[in-house]
């Protein structure tokens, strides 16, 4: 089995490993790993230069949670961190005071730089720090030039999406969301083929905006999620109308998405489907920003038992959905999770042939 994922951070990374996990029972190679092919295509939106270092947000909290090394209280960065580095460096008044780097984790950062100063690529480089971590996926950025998601404040001004999230904590009214770099950016090698090559595809409980949203915005990468002959299935980053952790409902506001779970899946698309009035209103403020409407890239969703009348309003409109705890409480919980995913899958594929 090859199943590919879009990931953002924190939700994307627990919701993989669940499925690790998952797939290890289901498919297990008789080495503690799996038979199955598990390949993650990252957000590399979040990604800025800070302290003169390449600093990958996403990937490292799928690298770290994967090979085991995250701290497992913040969901990011590594355990047993300190900040050494960071607060000499204040003491120098440089750096940004709200965006610490820990020590350990400055050390991928400076390795990271290295390589790709040498003239490596990002998937490069993301390989390389990969064989330490031995993640039991295949990690790819969604491109390997630069994309850095940006805020359009109401006021105009336009700031690096970490500092509207990470220092403003997203209360900020934003105004629309703008990829630096998108109009250059191709998908990076592998990503299109890991789409196009699935047997099932599916999209966690990651932002669907700045990172979900991201990774679709670039050129190639939607149009091969709405053509892959793989069940596409995703999992509402939403229970009960609220994110389960992060600002993700100012994000959905800033484009017009109601933060629930059938009005994500509607923003997303069903694959086929015809868009009506209110979606092609949406998606004239999509992140994408392009030109011609969205393809829809969904065949099925996961909603949690908290909206079963969000998952009631699909259904009437002729979504496979499946309702289901989808809180990731824990690695069981979200390997249960995962399994519901993939049966879901098994479901789309059983009614198109």
Not at 147 to 155: A, K, P, Q, R, S
């Amino acid at each position: 089995m090859r199943v590919t994922v879009l990931s953002g951070g924190i939700g994307g990374a627990r919701f993989t490993r669940g499925l690790l996990a998952h797939l290890r029972e289901v498919a297990p190679d008789g080495a503690g790993g799996t038979t199955a092919e598990v390949t993650v295509v990252a957000n590399t939106g979040d990604d800025v230069w800070l302290h003169g270092v390449r600093v990958c947000p996403d990937l490292d909290t799928l690298m770290y949670t994967l090979g085991g090394a995250v701290h497992e209280g913040q969901g990011w960065g590594r355990r047993d961190e300190s900040s050494r580095v960071s607060a000499d460096l204040a003491a120098y008044d440089v750096g940004w005071e709200w965006f610490t780097l820990g020590d350990l984790d400055l050390a991928t950062h400076l390795a990271r730089t290295q390589w790709l100063r040498e003239g490596l690529t990002l998937s490069q480089a993301t390989e390389r720090l990969c064989r330490r971590w031995s993640p039991g996926a295949r990690l790819l950025p969604m491109a390997d030039t630069p994309v850095e998601t940006h805020v359009e404040l109401e006021d105009g001004r336009l700031v690096h999406f970490e500092e509207w999230w990470v220092r403003h904590r997203a209360a900020l009214p934003a105004r629309r969301f703008v990829q630096v770099g998108l109009e250059d950016a191709v998908a990076a090698p592998g990503v299109l083929d890991a789409l196009t090559t699935a047997d099932v595809v599916l999209l966690p409980p990651s932002n669907p905006v700045v990172s979900i949203g991201t990774i679709l915005a670039v050129p190639g990468i939607r149009d091969a999620l709405a053509t892959t002959a793989a069940p596409v299935v995703g999992i509402a980053p939403v229970v009960g109308g609220a994110p389960v952790r992060g600002m993700a409902d100012a994000c959905l506001r800033a484009i017009g998405v109601a933060t629930t779970a059938d009005a994500i899946a509607r923003h997303y698309g069903r694959r086929g489907a015809q868009l009506g009035d209110d979606a092609r209103d949406r998606a004239d403020r999509d992140v994408t920003d392009r030109e011609a409407l969205p393809a829809g890239v969904l065949d099925g969703w996961l909603v949690d038992e908290q909206d079963r009348a969000a998952a009631e309003s699909l259904v009437g409109e002729g979504w496979p959905v499946t309702v289901t705890d989808t809180l990731m409480r824990d690695v069981p919980a979200t390997a249960a999770i995962a399994a519901h995913a993939l049966a879901l899958a098994d479901e789309v594929r059983r009614r198109t042939r």
